[in-house]
């Protein structure tokens, strides 16, 4: 038996346990030893059924992605392992084989699942076919067998969405057969033993209840298109079930391997695959070795219970962490409570969680206006206005409270963290946690790493971003830090961009099309005229005297065009916020130009999107070369999960390796003689076209 699954005799019950840490995924000699197992047991006269389980924590989690991302390589061109004579073996089985899930069942694991003939789960347990997320559809035969057990319209809802089922939801679906309350493991043993000698039914040869196959396939393919635009798994994936509900088994499994296959060389599965892993990677952080021990983050302190301070303060509830919030205003605090007790209505309205929830959840946060509780706060999250002086004031008072382990963080967009943290008598407790907003809601936060912060207060950073749900990646101190300093000279080229000839709404639609969650004009009115006004001229002092700066921006600001907060930035906004191209601001833009003497012209959609992302590209190149990001991959989370870049390109810096290094050192080039100085390759971009390298190889971590 291979040291993956090993074979135990419960009387007349066998128990094949897998045990492939962390997640039990379908590894190389994990299929093989489950095979050999039910071979064993078949021959086996003692043995009248047979469960299959995972060890640890969870059932079998999918196939193995790294395999996976072999098969997806250029050159790959396989549609991953194949498990098909497994799956029969196991339904073939003329003894019972019941499927005991606890965690996760999730992709191959539900696969496997689905040829067992019976399932029973923990309460908790999970099971999904979440393979769009990868940007490939289920390989083993998932889209063939799960409408087979729970019907068409709910196989399509399961596949498409990616999303997976709770045991209870399973229950009703048919997914599975029992939930266990209790020890699992006897308990499906106990099942097992009851079905012992009783008739079963294979998936496969079960009928597919379907109903009205055309209206269930147009609806999961609209489905495909609203949630997940421009990807193909989604609606490849409605076609494979479509396969289940009109072909017989046998060429509905083959064609599913033929989908699968030409999904896995996509670079959309490439793309996600790369995002898979890199999210998971930024937790290793080349300087902070694994066994580095974080403090523990029992509770939390926030000063300012303004948008962000009152959004970080409902992550920490959230995550079950009690939080003093702290403002200096009553006013200010009753603001800041009220918002978050509206959204936290707004979502028992709309059944996200119940009144209890919230309840539970508004208790965990203790408004007040002084210092009480913060000397046994663990941590303590500074988010009052953008204002050195306000900060440091507020760090040395902080500093003669908090206990000597609790660890200090600033939520700084912009500001410096060593200047921050100069202001203590404890640099190496300060760190940079930069939320994004609404903060309770947006996965990315930003470690800001100061020149002192120690390897333990990193490793808290990250932990505590990993407990409230987030996706943590550490950088370095620079102005904008890495997210925010590519999206300063990315707004600057779509406004230049818009001098220059194109709309704002040409230019947002380009960029949506491309697949940016938004247009960046759309986002600037969101943020705040005024936000990147204010950051703009702080940065004055920066700006290299002669070099082009974009004009129409600063005339919006003085003519109270905020945004929309103030129904007009440059759309204009009904009551419902929704956003109108406004003849005005197209009035000005040219007006603008014309004054300045800039040659209006026609730019076609694609120059938009060249000059919009391969700028956000160049930047990141800058911040690679100077240390301030660990990796190309960090990048990518950070614009991911902070930013709406599609994550079927991958993120910046993998889309610019997919596009070609050179490819696009080139255009910058040629932008530099067209589209004005700012256009100066990074010298890390001009190395790795001229070697032919990629952002991926040239900066993985550790290089
Ligand atoms: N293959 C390879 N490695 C995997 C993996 C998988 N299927 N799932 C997780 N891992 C690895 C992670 O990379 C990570 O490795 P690291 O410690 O070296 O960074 C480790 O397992 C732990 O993962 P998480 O940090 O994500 O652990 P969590 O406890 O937070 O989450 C999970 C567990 C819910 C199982 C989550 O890991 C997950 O969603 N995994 C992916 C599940 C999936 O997509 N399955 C389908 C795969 S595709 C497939 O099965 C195709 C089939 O149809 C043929
Ligand atoms: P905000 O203006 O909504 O809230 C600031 C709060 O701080 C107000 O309630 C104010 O009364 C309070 N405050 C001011 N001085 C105080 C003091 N001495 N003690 C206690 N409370 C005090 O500001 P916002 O937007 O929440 O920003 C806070 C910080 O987060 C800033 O540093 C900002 O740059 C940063 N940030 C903001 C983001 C955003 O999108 N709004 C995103 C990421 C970071």
């Given at each position: 038996?291979?040291?993956?699954?090993?074979?135990?005799?419960?009387?007349?019950?066998?128990?094949?346990?897998?045990?492939?840490?962390?997640?039990?995924?379908?590894?190389?000699?994990?299929?093989?030893?489950?095979?050999?197992?039910?071979?064993?047991?078949?021959?086996?006269?003692?043995?009248?059924?047979?469960?299959?389980?995972?060890?640890?924590?969870?059932?079998?989690?999918?196939?193995?992605?790294?395999?996976?991302?072999?098969?997806?390589?250029?050159?790959?061109?396989?549609?991953?392992?194949?498990?098909?004579?497994?799956?029969?073996?196991?339904?073939?089985?003329?003894?019972?084989?019941v499927m005991a899930m606890h965690g996760t069942a999730l992709g191959g694991g539900l696969e496997v699942?689905?040829?067992?003939?019976?399932?029973?789960?923990?309460?908790?347990?999970?099971?999904?076919?979440?393979?769009?997320?990868?940007?490939i559809i289920p390989g083993a035969e998932g889209t063939q067998r799960l409408p087979r057990l729970v019907?068409?319209?709910?196989?399509?809802?399961?596949?498409?969405?990616?999303?997976?089922?709770?045991?209870?939801?399973?229950?009703?679906?048919?997914?599975?057969?029992?939930?266990?309350?209790?020890?699992?493991?006897?308990?499906?043993?106990?099942?097992?033993?009851?079905?012992?000698?009783?008739?079963?039914?294979?998936?496969?040869?079960?009928?597919?209840?379907?109903?009205?196959?055309?209206?269930?396939?147009?609806?999961?393919?609209?489905?495909?298109?609203?949630?997940?635009?421009?990807?193909?798994?989604?609606?490849?994936?409605?076609?494979?079930?479509?396969?289940?509900?009109?072909?017989?088994?046998?060429?509905?499994?083959?064609?599913?391997?033929?989908?699968?296959?030409?999904?896995?060389?996509?670079?959309?599965?490439?793309?996600?695959?790369?995002?898979?892993?890199?999210?998971?990677?930024?937790?290793?952080?080349?300087?902070?070795?694994?066994?580095?021990?974080?403090?523990?983050?029992?509770?939390?302190?926030?000063?300012?219970?303004?948008?962000?301070?009152?959004?970080?303060?409902?992550?920490?509830?959230?995550?079950?962490?009690?939080v003093v919030l702290k403002d200096s205003e009553q006013a200010g605090l009753d603001r800041g409570i009220?918002?978050?007790?509206?959204?936290?209505?707004?979502?028992?309205?709309?059944?996200?969680?119940?009144?209890?929830?919230?309840?539970?959840?508004?208790?965990?946060?203790?408004?007040?206006?002084?210092?009480?509780?913060?000397?046994?706060?663990?941590?303590?999250?500074?988010?009052?206005?953008?204002?050195?002086?306000?900060?440091?004031?507020?760090?040395?008072?902080?500093?003669?409270?908090?206990?000597?382990?609790?660890?200090?963080?600033?939520?700084?967009?912009?500001?410096?963290?060593?200047?921050?943290?100069?202001?203590?008598?404890?640099?190496?407790?300060?760190?940079?946690?930069?939320?994004?907003?609404?903060?309770?809601?947006?996965?990315?936060?930003?470690?800001?790493?100061?020149?002192?912060?120690?390897?333990?207060?990193?490793?808290?950073?990250?932990?505590?971003?990993?407990?409230?749900?987030?996706?943590?990646?550490?950088?370095?101190?620079?102005?904008?830090?890495?997210?925010?300093?590519?999206?300063?000279?990315?707004?600057?080229?779509?406004?230049?961009?818009?001098?220059?000839?194109?709309?704002?709404?040409?230019?947002?639609?380009?960029?949506?099309?491309?697949?940016?969650?938004?247009?960046?004009?759309?986002?600037?009115?969101?943020?705040?005229?005024?936000?990147?006004?204010?950051?703009?001229?702080?940065?004055?002092?920066?700006?290299?005297?002669?070099?082009?700066?974009?004009?129409?921006?600063?005339?919006?600001?003085?003519?109270?065009?905020?945004?929309?907060?103030?129904?007009?930035?440059?759309?204009?906004?009904?009551?419902?916020?929704?956003?109108?191209?406004?003849?005005?601001?197209?009035?000005?833009?040219?007006?603008?130009?014309?004054?300045?003497?800039?040659?209006?012209?026609?730019?076609?959609?694609?120059?938009?999107?060249?000059?919009?992302?391969?700028?956000?590209?160049?930047?990141?190149?800058?911040?690679?070369?100077?240390?301030?990001?660990?990796?190309?991959?960090?990048?990518?989370?950070?614009?991911?999960?902070?930013?709406?870049?599609?994550?079927?390109?991958?993120?910046?810096?993998?889309?610019?390796?997919?596009?070609?290094?050179?490819?696009?050192?080139?255009?910058?080039?040629?932008?530099?003689?067209?589209?004005?100085?700012?256009?100066?390759?990074?010298?890390?971009?001009?190395?790795?076209?001229?070697?032919?390298?990629?952002?991926?190889?040239?900066?993985?971590?550790?290089?």
């Open positions: 038996m291979s040291q993956l699954v090993s074979l135990t005799r419960h009387n007349n019950v066998a128990v094949v346990t897998i045990d492939n840490p962390p997640v039990n995924a379908l590894s190389p000699g994990v299929p093989e030893g489950i095979g050999e197992a039910i071979r064993s047991v078949a021959q086996d006269a003692a043995i009248q059924a047979v469960v299959i389980i995972g060890g640890g924590k969870t059932f079998i989690a999918g196939a193995d992605i790294k395999e996976l991302e072999k098969a997806a390589a250029p050159g790959g061109g396989s549609a991953g392992p194949d498990i098909h004579a497994l799956l029969q073996q196991m339904e073939d089985c003329p003894k019972p084989v699942a689905m040829a067992g003939h019976f399932r029973v789960a923990s309460p908790s347990a999970q099971m999904g076919q979440p393979e769009v997320n990868l940007g019907g068409l319209a709910a196989a399509v809802d399961m596949c498409v969405s990616g999303k997976p089922v709770k045991a209870p939801e399973a229950l009703s679906l048919g997914l599975i057969d029992k939930i266990i309350e209790g020890d699992l493991l006897s308990g499906a043993v106990e099942f097992a033993r009851e079905k012992a000698g009783r008739p079963m039914v294979k998936t496969r040869e079960r009928p597919v209840a379907a109903g009205d196959i055309a209206a269930i396939l147009a609806s999961g393919r609209a489905q495909a298109n609203k949630t997940r635009r421009n990807q193909t798994a989604p609606s490849k994936v409605v076609d494979a079930l479509e396969a289940a509900a009109t072909l017989p088994y046998e060429e509905g499994w083959k064609k599913e391997r033929e989908i699968m296959k030409e999904c896995l060389a996509s670079d959309q599965a490439r793309a996600l695959i790369h995002a898979f892993f890199a999210e998971r990677a930024v937790s290793k952080v080349a300087d902070i070795p694994p066994e580095t021990r974080p403090y523990e983050i029992r509770k939390v302190a926030i000063i300012g219970a303004g948008t962000m301070g009152g959004g970080i303060a409902m992550a920490c509830a959230n995550a079950g962490i009690p009220a918002a978050v007790r509206r959204n936290y209505e707004s979502s028992v309205k709309r059944g996200r969680f119940s009144q209890d929830v919230m309840d539970h959840r508004m208790a965990l946060i203790h408004p007040q206006l002084g210092y009480d509780g913060f000397d046994d706060a663990d941590l303590i999250v500074e988010a009052v206005f953008e204002n050195m002086a306000l900060k440091r004031e507020i760090f040395a008072a902080i500093d003669k409270i908090a206990k000597p382990d609790c660890v200090l963080a600033t939520n700084t967009s912009t500001l410096d963290i060593d200047e921050i943290a100069a202001s203590t008598s404890r640099p190496q407790m300060v760190t940079g946690l930069h939320f994004f907003s609404p903060a309770h809601v947006m996965r990315l936060v930003e470690i800001v790493r100061g020149k002192a912060s120690s390897k333990e207060v990193l490793a808290t950073a990250l932990a505590i971003a990993k407990k409230l749900g987030k996706v943590g990646v550490v950088v370095g101190n620079c102005r904008g830090f890495v997210g925010n300093r590519m999206m300063i000279p990315y707004m600057r080229e779509a406004q230049l961009l818009a001098e220059d000839g194109a709309t704002p709404w040409q230019i947002d639609k380009a960029l949506y099309d491309f697949g940016m969650a938004m247009g960046i004009f759309a986002v600037d009115d969101m943020g705040g005229i005024d936000v990147l006004y204010r950051v703009r001229q702080e940065a004055k002092h920066l700006e290299k005297p002669g070099r082009r700066q974009p004009l129409v921006h600063d005339k919006l600001y003085h003519m109270g065009r905020l945004g929309q907060k103030t129904g007009a930035g440059w759309y204009k906004y009904d009551e419902n916020r929704q956003a109108t191209p406004d003849p005005e601001v197209e009035a000005l833009i040219e007006n603008t130009a014309r004054e300045a003497g800039i040659k209006r012209r026609a730019i076609s959609d694609d120059e938009i999107v060249e000059r919009c992302i391969y700028t956000l590209i160049n930047e990141g190149a800058r911040i690679l070369q100077e240390g301030y990001a660990q990796r190309a991959a960090d990048i990518d989370v950070i614009y991911l999960t902070g930013y709406g870049f599609p994550a079927y390109r991958g993120g910046p810096m993998w889309y610019a390796d997919t596009i070609g290094l050179k490819k696009i050192y080139d255009r910058i080039c040629e932008f530099r003689h067209t589209a004005g100085e700012w256009w100066e390759p990074a010298p890390l971009l001009k190395k790795l076209a001229e070697q032919g390298g990629t952002f991926a190889a040239g900066t993985a971590a550790g290089a």
